[in-house]
């Protein structure tokens, strides 16, 4: 929100001596985000002045259209005499009345004006335009080549020659530029910032919603309000005998700009203008365009409406709309239809009937359904952004009766007795409140005085003793409970008068066993080589189709967002892997190819049954039965450990050869995790969703007494790589952190070291190709006994030549020590062949050769 400090001293009687900078310290201080304070017209001086248009000679032979003006700007000069001026703009005519800067002069930027020959000519100054006076758009009444909104400023024929255009143009101002928070929709307005610095100063504020309205009769403009949830109030008024020929004068054109708006047409400025002003959103309608009743109502599905933009909408069940005999004319609160658009002059000469009769609707809707049909339709407007952050509903009639009072003055309009006024009965909100309870919130001692004081100066009604009954104003919806009005009560008197107070710990606590876990298992991935990437936790559900998951897997069960950041990521994730896997794509298309990422996160599964959570109080420790409570609720959210991998694991130099990323990498990295959580990890052939059929190891643990599948690693399908964009043979892992802990034992085990010498074994069994490595390596394992300290496979052979048809051959490491003794060969034979025997007996392996 941009609030320029001279449209806000006209509501408080700031000192003269304050600047915008102090202004921005005080609502700093008073906790609005002032962002920055623009210096309009720095650096500018004068002489800058009106002047008119006497002769324009066309000049050729130039590779652009020159002209050599004469301009009489008055005494200005010193000489009473025209001035020569070369300009190549072509949007103003002779008799108009521009803007002229002479010698002398310097423009912002430090641009200093002096007579100088050009063009053959001598030029003494310069004829301006709105962008060389920083002046933005400016509505000029002329758009030929050369000229439009950055053209020419040309001022309307009765300005004054000669006249500081400085002054006229209101050049030199500051401009605060506010980072409005979702919750103060009230600060969306020059009068609810100007209600904050007048609380700040300790000022009285004339409010400009303080206006004489006159009452809701039977001769107003017919409305039918089908939806009052939608729409509790709507105020139509109508003016009539609008002059085609007004204009915008140059105080309401220039206060649009300062704010970021574009002057259009005098009745749509107007209505932005008094948006500006008091917060309140209105539209104007040309009332010869519209036919019957105005009406308020749900979209039917499909239904088509074109906006102001120029777009052809379709609508959906939800939108609220404004409608006619037609059908809808407007999207309720967003931006109004096409069909009943305001004629503006240039409209008009272009053909058009002028607009001489409107109909203003300002009207208060529903913040929820106005913020979904903006994002719905991802047309976000000055109105949307106000109503969804909330809007005073008690001035939806003061705005109306300004923008009357202000087409009445500029326009030559004549407002009609009607008033039409649809109001859905409401009490207004009251919160009770102990007198203390702002001090037990933030630990200082106010006092029921200052407490009182500071509600009042917000423009609370408040009534009682120690506990006080407070009624909140209806411009400040998100005053909703008794925190909210400790807030105000805190901030009013200052976030930098709280002590700083630092907790005591008790001492002996420290990391909990999960978090040390989360910690050593990012520390094992980043030595393996690992980079960890944080992603959000948002997806969309299409990415569970690029994963390949079933029509009735689990992962599809999302929790779903309220208010989602982005309508396309509406769902709170159930897996790691889409984000981690966006991450390597994006790094992969800027350079990146050889690539291997770790996330360690929550995911969040829905509960079978879900509640509405409970308000924790602030002014004492929860319960363990309120914080149990609490949790109820809340989606399970079990911690995951996920890896992703493309391109070369080990690089290629002068040291060797060098590897790609396999699916045999992600694999070890699941055997990793397990490693750090003391539990011991079963691999086996498995086939899920993303990964590849044939190159898919299902991970898995036994927790009390009973095996559980955690997790899957491998090489992705082809069909997921395409879908998703990735390179080619992306190898993944995800496992459940907390599933794994559980089967794990956290005891830190120290390694037995002997001092007596390794006897080793190799061992070559074949059995058939279906045959899992992993339940040989358990059979050899379990047979060897306590003496084997070791086992490893070094080779996978498979030739049905040599084995025999669907046989495949496993070479086996097999180290054994005795922690008392030396192992002879003999004991060391027997141990290896009692691990034959029973791999044999399990498996049907048998010695090769």
């Known amino acids: 929100m941009r609030v320029p400090l001279s449209w806000l001293r006209e509501y408080v009687d700031l000192p003269a001596t304050q600047t915008g900078r102090d202004v921005q310290a005080k609502l700093i201080s008073a906790g609005l985000e002032v962002e920055t ?54 949007n103003f005519a002779v008799g108009d009345k521009v803007v002229v800067v002479l010698p002398g002069a310097v423009l912002p930027g430090g641009f200093s004006i002096s007579a100088r020959k050009t063009y053959g000519r001598t030029s003494h100054g310069m004829i301006c335009s709105s962008d060389e006076l920083g002046m933005g758009d400016w509505g000029s009444p002329r758009t030929e080549s050369g000229g439009g909104a950055h053209g020419i400023i040309v001022l309307p024929p009765e300005t004054e020659v000669g006249k500081d255009a400085i002054e006229l143009l209101e050049l030199v101002d500051e401009v605060l530029d506010i980072a409005v928070t979702a919750n103060r929709g009230d600060c969306l307005s020059i009068r609810g910032v100007a209600r904050e610095t007048a609380i700040a100063y300790g000022l009285p504020l004339r409010d400009p919603a303080l206006l004489d309205v006159p009452g809701p009769n039977a001769f107003g403009y017919p409305v039918q309000v089908s939806d009052p949830f939608g729409c509790d109030r709507f105020t139509a008024r109508t003016v009539s005998g609008l002059s085609p020929e007004a204009r915008s004068p140059i105080w309401l054109q220039r206060r649009l700009q300062k704010v970021g708006m574009r002057p259009i047409s005098l009745a749509v400025d107007v209505t932005n203008y008094v948006m500006m002003e008091l917060g309140q959103p209105l539209h104007a309608y040309d009332r010869n365009l519209v036919q019957g009743a105005i009406g308020v109502r749900r979209a039917a599905e499909g239904e088509k409406i074109v906006t102001l933009d120029g777009v052809e909408r379709k609508l959906y069940a939800e939108d609220l709309v404004i409608t006619d005999d037609r059908g809808p004319i407007g999207l309720a609160g967003v931006m109004g239809g096409a069909d009943t658009e305001i004629a503006d002059h240039d409209a008009a000469e272009n053909g058009a009937d002028s607009t001489t009769d409107v109909v203003i609707e300002a009207a208060h809707f529903d913040a929820v359904a106005i913020a979904r049909t903006a994002r719905r339709h991802k047309l976000s407007s000055e109105a949307s952004r106000r109503f969804e952050r909330g809007v005073d509903p008690q001035a939806a009639a003061a705005a109306a009766q300004r923008t009357v009072d202000l087409l009445v003055l500029l326009a030559g309009g004549t407002a009609e007795a009607g008033v039409t006024e649809v109001i859905a009965p409401s009490a207004p909100h009251t919160i009770t409140l102990a007198a203390d309870h702002p001090d037990k919130v933030a630990g200082v001692a106010y006092g029921r005085e200052t407490v009182v004081r500071r509600l009042q100066e917000v423009g609370c009604d408040v009534y009682g003793q120690d506990e006080l009954i407070v009624t909140v104003p209806s411009w400040r919806p998100d005053l909703y409970e008794q925190n909210d009005l400790a807030e105000e009560v805190i901030r009013l008197e200052g976030y930098e008068n709280l002590p700083s107070t630092l907790p005591r710990p008790s001492s002996g606590r420290g990391l909990t066993a999960r978090q040390r876990l989360h910690r050593r298992v990012g520390r094992a991935l980043a030595g393996a080589g690992f980079v960890e990437a944080l992603n959000y936790p948002f997806v969309g559900e299409g990415v569970f189709d690029q994963l390949g998951l079933a029509a009735d897997d689990p992962a599809r069960r999302v929790v779903k967002l309220t208010n989602p950041l982005n309508d396309e990521e509406p769902a709170l994730r159930t897996s790691l892997l889409p984000g981690l896997l966006g991450a390597l794509r994006r790094n992969d298309g800027r350079g990146a190819h050889d690539l291997a990422l770790f996330e360690t996160g929550l995911v969040f599964l829905p509960r079978e049954e879900q509640g509405g959570a409970g308000h924790l109080p602030v002014d004492r420790r929860p319960t363990d039965a309120e914080i149990a409570a609490l949790n109820a609720v809340l989606p399970e959210q079990p911690r995951h450990v996920a890896v992703v991998l493309a391109g070369a694991r080990e690089q290629a130099g002068w040291w060797g050869k060098g590897r790609p990323a396999d699916w045999a990498d992600a694999v070890e990295a699941g055997r990793a995790v397990a490693r750090e959580a003391g539990a011991e990890l079963i691999v086996r052939a498995g086939q899920y969703g993303p990964w590849h059929p044939g190159r898919c190891a299902e991970l898995a643990v036994v927790a009390d007494g009973a095996e559980r599948v955690v997790g899957h690693a491998g090489e992705l399908h082809p069909r997921v790589v395409k879908a998703l964009g990735l390179p080619a043979r992306t190898c993944a892992m995800e496992l459940d952190l907390d599933a794994v802990e559980q089967a794990g034992d956290g005891t830190p085990q120290a390694p037995s070291i002997s001092t007596f010498p390794v006897a080793t074994q190799d061992v070559a069994l074949v059995v058939d190709k279906p045959v899992p490595a992993a339940e040989v390596e358990a059979a050899l394992r379990e047979g060897a006994g306590e003496l084997l300290e070791a086992i490893r496979l070094f080779d996978v052979y498979v030739n049905d030549e040599q084995l025999g048809d669907g046989k495949k051959s496993l070479a086996y490491a097999l180290r054994f020590r005795a922690p008392d003794r030396t192992l002879t060969v003999d004991e060391a034979s027997a141990a290896r062949d009692a691990a034959v025997a029973l791999a044999g007996e399990r498996t049907g392996a048998v010695l090769r050769g």
């Open 37 to 90: 304070v623009e210096q309009l017209g720095d650096g500018l001086k004068g002489p800058l002045v009106v002047g008119q248009v006497l002769t324009i000679e066309e000049l050729e032979g130039f590779k652009k259209p020159i002209r050599f003006c004469t301009v009489d700007v008055g005494s200005a000069n010193g000489t009473g005499e025209p001035q020569e001026i070369v300009c190549g703009a072509r």
